[in-house]
């Protein structure tokens, strides 16, 4: 994700200067004056995007974490399994275990340990806070009494966005005193790459923002997270497959027709989105298969974690690029 974040920075802020030469067109004078409302609107919307993502986030991180320390719900995970994932040149350890909810249903969970924070084996019991809060962004954290809280403020968030907004400047400053010609801001144009260039920015950040997401389980990982942590096991049969049209990074969104009954009988028909690995779609046969659900609201499910039982259903081990895309819980 680091490389295609890089490869929209330089879109951003290198691409556009290419085309600085758009300032020898002069537009009239409301014209200009529009396109210089229209660019500092996006300017600014494309710092404030980027002050939420580097800044806010950060912060309600650190909050969330602190909150779980301060009021917290203990449980003892098992580790089932220890895989070595390799990532270019590098290999790291992933584990994957299994720990009991809110409500007492066992649930599995993955950890990509890429920082080797941890030396866990297979059959060890690891010690767990939950997170209580109605919105969990982050599900649970592995209490190694150390209690390491991220830290709020994110300098390098703050000079990035120093940078965005000395670049915005600077670039306007270097329009105007090549393209000026003691005409103001008519070198500026809704065209102007001094304009548009924020735009791709804006786009940027959502684009990646929406991937993340999808990544992290659908559209909605507070809604995973909360099936995760509050949710009873049912056993669910997949009455329909279909591809959704969307590829996130060379893996399939499948989207899959699943019946199942809840705690009261009631039979429920939901539809739950996979991000499922092209060699492992014959996995997903029209077939049983277990699912979380809220017990409050029963169309709110999703499949149980899937790694342990691709084993118990399919008789096959998870693949690594399973492994790699199905993390949708994280330690910290």
């Known amino acids: 994700m680091f490389f295609w974040r890089l490869y929209m920075a330089v879109f951003t802020f290198i691409f556009p200067l290419f085309f600085i030469y758009a300032g ?16 500092i609107v996006l300017w600014l919307g494309f710092i404030y995007k980027e002050f939420k993502r580097v800044i806010l986030n950060p912060i309600k991180v650190n909050a969330e974490i ?18 070595d994932i390799t990532k270019g040149s590098k290999i790291n350890k992933a ?14 969970a993955y950890i990509d340990d890429k920082e080797g924070k941890y030396n866990f084996y297979e059959g060890k019991n690891i010690s767990l806070l939950l997170n209580k809060s109605d919105n969990p962004h982050v599900p649970f954290i592995i209490d190694d009494n150390n209690r390491d809280v991220p830290s709020a403020i994110n300098i390098k968030g703050f000079i990035y966005l120093i940078f965005i907004a000395t670049y915005a400047l600077g670039f306007f400053l270097v329009c105007y005193f090549y393209y000026s010609e003691k005409d103001g801001w ?10 548009w ?12 923002s929406l991937v993340d997401r999808t990544i992290a389980r659908g559209s909605n990982s507070i809604k995973s ?36 009954k809840d705690q009261n009988g009631i039979e429920r028909l939901v539809t739950i989105k996979e ?14 298969r277990p699912v979380l659900y809220l017990p409050e609201d029963s169309t709110q499910a999703k499949f149980m974690h899937i790694e342990k ?13 399973t492994l790699s895309y199905f993390d949708y819980i994280t330690s910290d």
């Open 309 to 321: 039982y691709m084993t118990s259903y399919a008789n096959k081990e998870p693949s690594a690029a």
């Open 24 to 39: 020898i067109w002069k537009s009239s004078a409301l014209h200009s004056t529009i396109a210089l409302a229209v660019g």
């Open 197 to 208: 260039a924020p735009l791709i920015g804006i786009l940027g950040t959502f684009v990646f």
């Open 66 to 83: 602190k909150n779980i320390y301060n009021n917290t719900h203990h449980t003892i995970g098992k580790v089932l399994k220890v895989f």
């Open 275 to 288: 991000l499922v690995p092209f060699n492992d779609l014959y996995k997903f046969e029209l077939d049983r």
């Open 95 to 108: 584990y994957l275990f299994s720990f009991p909810n809110f409500i007492g249903t066992q649930v599995n």
């Open 186 to 195: 008519r070198f500026l144009s809704l065209w102007h790459p001094w304009v």
């Open 225 to 260: 997270n909360k099936i995760a942590l509050y949710g009873k096991v049912a056993d669910g049969e997949i009455i329909n497959r279909d591809h959704t049209g969307t590829i996130v990074m060379n893996v399939p969104l499948m989207k899959f027709d699943v019946k199942f």
